[in-house]
Antibody
Framework: EVQLVQSGAEVKKPGESLKISCQGSGYSFTTYWIGWVRQMPGKGLEWMGIIYPGDSDTRYSPSFQGQVTISADKSINTAYLQWSSLKASDTAMYYC????????????????????WGQGTMVTVSS | EIVMTQSPATLSVSPGERATLSCRASQSVSSNLAWYQQKPGQAPRLLIYGASTRATGIPARFSGSGSGTEFTLTISSLQSEDFAVYYCQQYNNWPQRTFGGGTMVEIK
């Protein structure tokens, strides 16, 4: 079974750093693009960025460039989303999701939907 | 940046009735358009990709249509489990993938 399992909920203070994870199983982790999506409380979905775990090629939404860092460790089938200095406005649910191969995807680009989602990691930033 | 606009924001429908949801792109996204369903407390689930292809396990009452800038998700006969929020997403403009603001389908 294809699965993405995310790390647990976090409660942090403003200014703290944080790294959350997303571990894939049941498929070849290195050959599927993985994306991160933010959902602020009561709001819609926002695409943050994607990574190709095979070579760690990473692309960001302009809205999140410089605000977060996406990385991956292919040896343990895990993608990460990290912040160096959290703000209260980072309070949200964060989802990782795998790009389907039902479209056109290669190691350099991908034109497909997200077919598998993690369960989400709730990040709360409060003083 | 491609902007995706969904309408209406909320749709009130009785069980058994048909629901029609719209999604408009600010520029052409060809058929690179997906629809997702999200229920409270759950992660989104892929319903439709390629504008009109149902994902694995999705009932036939869900159908997608459109290309270019105008897209529609139709639920032919709403079941109780279909009351949820629905999002469209374009994936035509590499590497940006943009979501619409969502349509909440609620019980009338």
């Amino acid at each position: 079974e294809v699965q993405l399992v995310q790390s647990g909920a976090e409660v942090k203070k403003p200014g703290e750093s944080l790294k959350i994870s997303c571990q894939g199983s049941g498929y070849s982790f290195t050959t599927y693009w993985i994306g991160w999506v933010r959902q602020m409380p009561g709001k819609g979905l926002e695409w943050m960025g994607i990574i190709y775990p095979g070579d760690s090629d990473t692309r960001y939404s302009p809205s999140f460039q410089g605000q977060v860092t996406i990385s991956a460790d292919k040896s343990i089938n895990t993608a990460y989303l990290q912040w160096s200095s959290l703000k209260a406005s980072d309070t949200a649910m964060y989802y990782c999701a795998r790009h389907s191969l039902l479209g056109y995807c290669s190691s350099t680009s991908c034109y497909s939907a997200f077919d598998t989602w993690g369960q989400g990691t709730m990040v709360t930033v409060s003083s | 940046e491609i902007v995706m606009t969904q309408s209406p924001a909320t749709l009130s429908v009785s069980p058994g009735e048909r629901a029609t949801l719209s999604c408009r792109a600010s520029q052409s996204v060809s058929s690179n358009l997906a629809w997702y369903q999200q229920k409270p407390g759950q992660a989104p689930r892929l319903l439709i990709y390629g504008a009109s292809t149902r994902a694995t396990g999705i009932p036939a009452r869900f159908s997608g249509s459109g290309s270019g800038t105008e897209f529609t998700l139709t639920i032919s006969s709403l079941q109780s489990e279909d009351f949820a929020v629905y999002y469209c997403q374009q994936y035509n403009n590499w590497p940006q993938r943009t979501f619409g603001g969502g349509t909440m389908v609620e019980i009338k």
